[in-house]
């Protein structure tokens, strides 16, 4: 198999005197859809919130492309092309769609006003729709405040932010949740574009059918530690349960 | 797919605009006091709001950001307290070294901002760095402050700084003076960072949502202190304002002063959770607090009464605020 786009080698994070994650090992191809499931307390978050530059593990190795790397804020694996979808919407609910999508981003004016950091609010607009379309999802106008979307549609705006500024990896923490069925598999089918763009996918969640449907291998955490990792056709939802909680060590 | 917005009518969106509203309280106002004592629609009277106005507008412009950003600024009244007295000081040494008088003005306005810049610089620090909560931050800051410049002035208005000083408050055009029309430029210039530049566009984020903001890539500490630190600068500005119509740095100056700053941002419409407000509804949520201590007194009424009328006016906008969430929850 060739060398993985992004990789975490024995990696460690303490709060503490709790270990969150215990010297685990991730490993995610370009093109490639990894679940990545575990009970509550497993140490789910804690491995995005590494994999995403938000924490800085205590021991441990991360890299991108081969190439060893260290992330001190969130920024730099965004820069690096490490895109993170958090759990709890990580949009402003008193901006624009558009403004929530260029946030950090933004694209300023041309000449002195630029200079000075005035914005380019037109131009983010429309582009930010272009980006939700291309992606494939229902778009709202990118003039509207999140705090009036629905749910479904701020997700949706939150996951084609994401997607379209990925070029290289793209996090996924619980995604379909709070979602109706519909909305899902519209999620679903958004990670396989990303998939197909030659993106590497991280889908954490706890809706087993959708991991099992979606995606190419599952990696399963139970307590701070990496206990399974394989092909998705080797689980079924029985096993994978199993191996989740545990139970499957006692037959 | 898109979603088509539909187009309230324009008197819907006008009684849903504060600004508007806002606008509707002031006129009713001058329309009341004028009723009562006709002295009152005068460009005199007109000039005497603005001058009482423009170190409430600068306190409350500094606010705004802060408040926008999640936060709370409790040291502005005790900054212009300590900046006018500091600045009071260094313009009296200026003075009596014969110095020009417009060069030591201009020098004097500079200590009162960097007196300013300093104090916002420590509330920064405090929030980001000792991770403690705006409201206490700026607690210990403004007890600070307002007990450095009791004990540094010995409780008495500094004096004996360029004379000039005190003519710059004289109303010349219409009813504004230089300062104040200083103040308005401020005014103005804040208003663009904060509606239209990424400066702006960072505060309501943070204020919004400050974990997206984050992993969104913005600095946020870094942030925080600028918004501390302009709203720093421009209470010592006030404090400086507060010199020229005095001719000295007295340390009562800018008493009380968060609480009208405050006022004025709550009136204005917005909200103390962040994320909210506009900087137009601020310059007019601090018109009608001055225009109403004005009146009263050119009513007869006593001026304590202004915090009666002060008191239904933030109920009344919090009120609004309310209901304007509400019907947002339920779309």
Known sequence: MSTPLYEVRNISKRYGSVVALDGADFQINAGEIVGLVGDNGAGKSTLVKCLSGAHKPTSGQIFLDSQEVSWDSPRDAIEAGVETLYQDSGLAPHLTVGANVFLGREKFQRGILGKLGFLDNKNMNKEAHEDLERVGIAVPASSRAISQLSGGQRQAVAIGRAVSWASKVIILDEPTNHLGARQAGEVLEVMKAAKAKGLGVVFISHTLPHVLQVTDRIVVLRLGKIVANAPTSEFDAEKLLGTITGLNQLQ | M???????????????????????????????????????????????????????????????????????????????????????????????????????????????????????????????????????????????????????????????????????????????????????????????????????????????????????????????????????????????????????????????????????????????????????????????????????????????????VVAILIAAAVLLQGSKSGTRGKS
């Not at chain 2, 420590?122 to 705006?134: C, D, E, M, Q, R």
């Open chain 2, 2 to 308: 898109s979603t088509q917005e539909q187009t309230p009518s324009v008197l819907k969106r006008l009684i849903g605009n504060q600004q508007f509203l806002l606008l509707l309280v002031w006129f009713g106002m001058v329309a009341f006091f004028t009723a009562f004592n006709s002295i009152f629609f005068s460009v005199a009277v007109f000039g005497n709001i603005l001058l009482d106005w423009a170190p409430v507008v600068l306190m409350a412009i500094g606010q705004t950001f802060v408040i926008v950003s999640g936060g709370i600024d409790l040291s502005v009244g005790s900054t212009v307290a300590l900046s006018g007295v500091t600045a009071a000081f260094f313009m009296q040494g200026w003075t009596t070294d014969g110095k020009n008088q417009w060069v030591t003005i201009l020098a004097g306005t500079l200590v009162a901002g960097l007196v300013g810049i300093s104090i916002g610089l420590i509330n920064g620090f405090l929030i980001t760095k000792a991770k403690i909560v705006p409201f206490i931050a700026t607690l210990v800051t403004m007890g600070a402050a307002a007990g450095l410049a009791i004990v540094y002035s010995g409780g008495a208005p500094i004096a004996g700084g360029p004379e000039k000083a005190i003519t710059l408050s004289v109303p010349w055009f219409g009813p504004f003076s230089t300062p104040g029309l200083i103040v308005v430029a401020i005014v103005v210039i804040c208003g663009l960072f904060l509606h239209l530049a990424r400066f702006g566009r960072y505060t309501y984020a943070i204020g919004s949502n400050e974990f997206a903001a984050r992993t969104a890539g913005i600095n946020v500490n870094r942030h925080y202190l600028k918004v501390y630190a302009l709203s720093g600068f421009l209470s010592g500005l006030a404090g400086m304002y507060f010199y020229c119509r005095l001719g000295a740095g007295a340390p009562t100056s800018g008493y009380g002063g968060e609480l009208d700053a405050i006022a004025a941002v709550v009136i204005g419409g917005a909200a103390l959770t962040g994320g909210v407000g506009r900087l137009s509804g601020t310059v007019l949520g601090a018109l009608i607090l001055t225009t109403t201590t004005s009146g009263l007194i050119i009513i007869g009424v006593a001026p304590d009464w202004k915090q009666v």
